[in-house]
């Protein structure tokens, strides 16, 4: 039976978690099998190379498996090709008072004369059999350093081992890289750390539940030394919500499209102390994290009631509003790193995020367009229906649920002079309506057909078209997509056409309702799905929008 209250001893009771449970064999260094495989290999079966260079994120165990690799190769009783940790020289590397090791931190000691020192005692015989050199962030080493390091590295004393760690392996000279055998250390997995943490907790009697680990595996994002001082964070604060924030308002005011609650929820957030990189930073996690519970959950790291919390913003906020979200923050955070006023770069992306109408990109566009879907009233006729009459704005009793507004006619009356109507070809408005569906809106820019997917086509008079759309406020986008259709309309039907847009809100419930059997077919409305034959090219940028409107029927073949 384990005693509940282990007594801890003086030193356990002053270090930190990461420092106690630091591995001190190759057999105790967790999700990095790759590279204990091949340190572990090289001293079992006597070939050591000269230099190494261990890259990889910080608190991933390169400076861990750089001491235990000079504790293997000077074990006088190796196992393996692993340390004992009971020999003379295993205690005393672990207690930093070998003379075989050598650490120097190239982060202040990055001067040329710093290193010469260092490396003009490579040559001095020691104790062990081999003399081990670290040097921790070496790219951080001047460059009249590095090429002293180099002219060592070049010409390397018999029993001396380099091992050089970085978390910028490109920053390295790539003389020395050519030089060195590179391993590179990864992010460790979620359950990996998990497992860590629960058996340091067993290990010095700590009280944390299930919970409070989880978090810490949370806040570790891959990294052994963090989640273990973050589990020392929680364990001491006694909550998990006290070391990190809390953005379920901020999530209800994106998913409610409600500025002043967003707002309001950053200025308390901001008011607890957070810095506005840390909120950001922090948010996109959470919101990353909604992210992967969309589209692949098992690699989600969310668990038990944050996955729930975070699965349940997913599906009010949907995939193409978190990829935006998240798409806006990585932006503001590059931004903050130069502002003066960091706060005004986050409140500016989350008006921006709620309010599309301020950003003129083509993701805020389709997101106004859904809003606008979404937010019509959606009364269906109760039996298929006639299009409506309509009538121009101004022209006596025009229906209040229709109003005709011509925004664009090219002059084809018979005073023009050079036209003869009877010479031009006849247009008939199903072969029209059918055409433009299928011929005309894959021509148009992205822009265009983001607006004319829920626009339907509804009358035909000579040569003006007639296209109805569910609501003002997007008629009132078309003057950016008027010309570029103008365009592709007269491309394909060899005549100008003008346009005029009818706004008829209950437009949206007549194209999503599906037809009845024994029904007549409901005029054509546009959606995503184009049955366009292969000679039609789809415009997917403003670049071949330009083209298509310039040179219309152009074809690019090179």
């Known amino acids: 039976m384990v005693d509940a209250t282990p007594v801890l001893s003086s030193l356990d009771g002053v270090t930190s978690l990461y420092r106690r449970f630091r591995p001190n064999r190759f057999a105790e260094i967790r999700g990095q099998d790759h590279v204990v495989r091949a340190l572990q290999g090289a001293v079992r079966n006597d070939r050591v190379s000269h230099a190494y260079l261990f890259s990889g994120p910080r608190g991933t165990g390169k400076t861990t498996a750089a001491r235990v690799l000079a504790k293997a190769l ?55 059999r081999w003399k081990v050199y670290i040097f921790d962030e070496v790219h951080q080493l001047s460059k009249a350093a590095s090429a002293a390091l180099l002219k060592t590295l070049e010409e390397p004393p018999q029993h001396v081992v380099f091992v050089l760690a970085t978390t910028d392996p490109h920053k390295v000279l790539p003389t020395i890289r050519s030089r060195s055998q590179h391993l590179e250390f990864r992010l460790i997995a979620g359950d990996t750390l998990s497992s860590l943490l629960h058996d340091v907790q067993r290990a010095s009697g700590m009280q944390a539940d299930d919970a409070t680990i989880e978090a810490a595996v949370r806040l570790g994002r891959g990294s052994a030394r963090d989640a273990l001082s973050a589990l020392d964070q929680l364990v001491a604060t006694g909550s998990p919500t006290e070391t990190q924030p809390q953005f379920d308002a901020l999530f209800r005011a994106l998913v409610d499209y409600d500025a002043v609650g967003a707002l309001k ?26 992210f992967l519970l969309q589209v692949a959950p098992e690699v989600a790291d969310a668990v038990d009631a944050d996955r729930i919390r975070l699965s349940a913003w997913g599906e009010q906020l949907g995939l193409a509003r978190t990829v935006r979200v998240l798409e806006t923050f990585g932006r503001s955070m590059r931004e903050m790193k130069s502002a003066p006023e960091k706060i005004v770069v986050l409140e500016v992306a989350l008006v921006r995020l709620i309010k599309p109408e301020l950003d003129a990109s083509l993701d805020a566009l389709a997101e106004r367009v859904t809003k606008l879907e979404r937010g019509v009233t959606r009364v269906a006729p109760s039996e298929p229906s006639v299009a409506p009459t309509l009538h121009p704005i101004g022209a006596g009793d025009a229906s209040p649920a229709v109003a005709l507004i011509e925004t664009t006619r090219v002059d084809t009356s018979d005073d023009a002079g050079s036209h003869d109507d009877a010479e031009e070809p006849s247009l008939d408005f199903d072969d029209v309506r059918e055409r433009f569906v299928q011929r005309v809106v894959p021509r148009t820019s992205r822009a265009a057909q983001l607006i004319l997917k829920s626009a339907e086509v509804r009358a035909l008079e000579r040569r003006s078209l007639t296209i109805a759309l569910p609501s003002e406020e997007m008629r009132l986008n078309t003057e950016m997509i008027t010309q570029g259709l103008r365009s592709a309309l007269e491309h394909e039907f060899k005549v100008p056409l003008s346009v005029q847009w009818v706004v008829d809100p209950s437009l949206v419930a007549t194209v999503a309702k599906a037809p009845r059997a024994g029904t007549p077919r409901p005029t054509p409305a546009l959606d995503d799905s184009y049955s366009a034959d292969e000679s039609v090219v789809v415009v997917q940028s403003a670049g071949d929008h330009l083209i298509t409107e310039m040179f219309p029927g152009a074809e690019e073949i090179t």
């Open 74 to 128: 000077n074990c006088e009783n190796p196992q393996d090709g692993d340390a004992c940790c009971l020999c003379a020289s295993c205690v005393a590397i672990a207690k930093g008072s070998s003379l075989d090791v050598i650490e120097l931190d190239a982060a202040s000691n990055n001067g040329v004369d710093d290193i010469r020192d260092i490396t003009a005692g490579a040559w001095h015989g020691t104790p062990g």
């Open 265 to 290: 929820s950053l200025a308390v957030l901001s008011q607890a102390g957070w810095d506005p990189e840390q909120l950001a930073e922090h948010f996109a996690g959470e919101v990353r994290q909604v």
